[in-house]
């Protein structure tokens, strides 16, 4: 038997362990089974080239729970250690068997998935241990050993019998302050959690499963049934094949795995593959989004090499994708010591490049493939699309090809469709192209309507960000500028050269403006008179463009210096001097009557523009019983 000092640089290591190296305790698990399945694949490596002369079989790795004696168990069938490699890989604190075994056969080993580390990653068990013992038996022709260390410096080592196959059994004592773990509830969950899609089959515990009945049997024949191994994991997940070996219906049953409590099928997915100039996998998913900009549930996941690391993926997927779902997988995004945070470093910066060029080249070929599916999709992911062109230079330079603009009537335009539809009845006097919009069909009906009438498209921009979005495409695009139909009179919003024709004389006009102002008496509103045709509205509320546009922007989050949070709420009350009821006003000379008249009318147009609520609604509503009364 061997006695002696691990070799660490101060007495105190396993407690600076316990409270510094790894944030959460429950990670011990995922190292330990990482370590076991690195042994295992070491194994199958060697045996593929032929230096390990042994059956590599069917290994699985084990974990069991001894919790009458308090021990938990994770034991593997791969290539074991001697007492010698015992001595260099786990008394040598932090020096990784895993790097040494990758650098000895870097070429072939290139693609077989160790994840190491091992040495830092075996001692996370003293996190939840006050006793640790190694049991293990090499591949090669050598003794079994018998590894212990209860938490200080001190270690044995000696030869065993008890362990006659190949692998290695960790056995950890749990401490009195960390018992959970060996409740079978809290493992299932940190198994299900990190080790759901590990390269090597897990086991934990067994189930019973039916067989099928024989061909012929009696009606009263009773199905025979069976204890078999409980494997908690799934080795092969969607994101480890090629696309061409996957159907959409394998794609969807691997995000139900990922999300079983989602019950919406996803809308499409994209296949992450790349192995230059860094290695990345993964699945991403579109599910139906509308114009949620808040999803927090359902994130993506991180593996390395199919282990759980995060759901953490700021800085490695672009910020507007985080709306989407779904797996990346990389052995080349840098990690610390406890692979819990990410180091922003080149790769990274390359890897989120990559992902957005990806998403943005399959945009291009879903609209290429099926324009109309497409365009009944674009309400769900139109979110994501809009966020990407705002905050992804690349995307939107890119985005011509996919982005869409719906019109009021349900019609869909990529951009240069839409120029085309409408350049020739929407350019202004100073050749700018104006593009007409709304931003909630039902409550501009009105002012929709009133463009439609003058052959004007509108389109319909109703996700939260559309202020945003209007200002890139204004600064990026040359001559167009956006307009919200409710923003002034259809008439004054494309300006054209033609010429008003008034039935007021300039002193009856700033006759009606004065008792349009005094019976209103409300500073929210500018009157202004405007020369439109007999058939307007009377009066018509109209909110300035940039106003309301930065107050949007402050809204979602933005508007700068301008400070909008605390801004009034400002209108334009746009008079018709040419309808019928302002000659009415002219012409009436009891000015009781001539207010209540103009209230009255200020009343209809706030409830065109749903700015009619509370006290004054409801006077409006018994004002209106009593002229039905009359």
């Keep these: 038997m061997t006695k002696g000092n691990i070799n660490v640089s101060v007495e105190n290591i396993f407690p600076l362990i316990k409270k510094f190296l790894y944030s959460d305790h429950e990670i011990f698990l995922r190292e330990l089974i990482s370590n076991a399945t690195d042994a295992t694949l070491k194994l199958k490596h060697l045996t593929n080239i032929g230096e390990a002369k042994v059956d590599y079989g069917n290994p699985k790795i084990e974990v069991k729970i001894d919790k009458e ?7 593997d069938q791969g290539l074991g250690m001697t007492g010698e490699e015992i001595e260099k890989y786990i008394n040598q604190v932090a020096f990784s068997g895993a790097e040494e075994f ?5 070429d072939s080993a290139k693609d077989s998935g160790i994840i190491g580390h091992f040495g830092l990653g075996f001692y996370s068990a003293f996190m939840v241990a006050e006793k ?6 090499s591949y090669k022709d050598e003794p079994a050993v018998h590894w212990t260390c209860d938490g200080s410096p001190e270690f044995t080592l000696e030869e065993t019998t008890a362990k006659t196959d190949r692998g290695t059994e960790i056995i950890l004592h749990i401490a009195e302050d960390s018992t959970e773990f060996l409740e079978e509830n809290r493992i299932r ?3 299900t959690k990190y080790n759901k899609f590990m390269p090597v089959p897990i086991k934990f515990g067994t189930k019973t499963e039916t067989l099928p009945l024989p061909e012929g049997a009696a009606e009263d024949a009773v199905a025979e049934t069976v204890e078999v191994d409980n494997i908690v994991n799934n080795p092969t997940p969607a994101w480890t094949k090629s696309p061409s070996e996957l159907k959409d219906e394998d794609y969807k049953s691997f995000y139900h795995e990922l999300y079983p409590m989602q019950f919406e099928e996803p809308l499409f997915n994209i296949h992450l593959n790349v192995d230059y100039p860094f290695n990345l996998t993964g699945v991403l998913y579109f599910p139906k989004l509308a114009n949620n900009l808040n999803i927090e549930k359902d994130k993506i996941q991180l593996y390395q090499n199919q282990v759980f690391v995060t759901d953490e993926v700021k800085g ?9 779902r779904g797996v990346i997988d990389s052995p080349d995004i840098p990690l610390n010591v406890s692979r819990s945070y990410l180091q922003a470093d080149g790769a990274v910066k390359k890897i989120s ?4 060029k990806k998403v943005a080249d399959k945009m291009v070929s879903l609209i290429n493939e099926n324009r109309e599916d497409y365009d009944k999709k674009w309400n769900d992911i139109k979110i994501v699309i809009e966020y990407g062109m705002i905050s992804e230079d690349k995307f939107f330079e890119k985005s011509d090809k996919f982005a869409l603009y719906p019109t009021t009537d349900g019609k869909y335009f990529l951009w240069n469709e839409l120029e085309e539809k409408i350049k020739l009845n929407q350019t202004d006097k100073e050749g700018n192209l104006v593009i007409l919009y709304a931003t909630n069909a039902d409550e501009q009906h009105s002012y929709i309507q009133s463009a439609k009438d003058k052959g004007y498209e509108v389109i319909l921009l109703d996700s939260p960000i559309v202020p945003h979005l209007i200002q890139k495409l204004e600064t990026s695009k040359e001559k167009i500028s956006f307009a919200r139909v409710d923003a002034d009179h259809v008439n004054n919003l494309i300006k ?4 008003a024709i008034s039935k007021l004389n300039e002193t009856e006009k700033e006759t009606l403006k004065k008792n349009v102002e005094e019976s209103i008496n409300d500073k929210k509103f500018t009157v202004q008179l405007e020369d439109l045709d007999s058939t307007d509205a009377p009066f018509t509320i109209t909110q300035p463009e940039f106003m309301r546009r930065m107050k949007d922007m402050q809204a979602t989050g933005g508007g700068g210096m301008f400070g909008m949070g605390g801004f009034p709420e400002m209108y334009n009350l746009v008079v018709n001097s040419n309808s019928e009821f302002a000659t009415k006003i002219l012409a009436n000379e009891n000015a009781d009557e001539k207010s209540t008249q103009i209230k009255y009318a200020l009343d209809l147009a706030k409830l065109s523009q749903n700015l009619l609520k509370g006290k004054e609604l409801t006077d409006f ?8 009364e009359k």
């Design 189 to 191: 969950e940190l198994l």
């Design 132 to 137: 640790v013992e190694i049991i293990s038996k």
């Design 496 to 499: 054209k050269d033609e010429p």
């Design 621 to 628: 509503i018994q004002r209106s019983y009593k002229q039905l």
């Design 102 to 106: 990758l650098d000895k056969y870097k």
């Design 316 to 324: 490695i997927v672009p910020d507007f994708l985080m709306l989407l």
């Design 69 to 75: 004696n308090k021990k938990l168990h994770i034991i």
């Design 353 to 356: 490049s990559y992902i957005t």
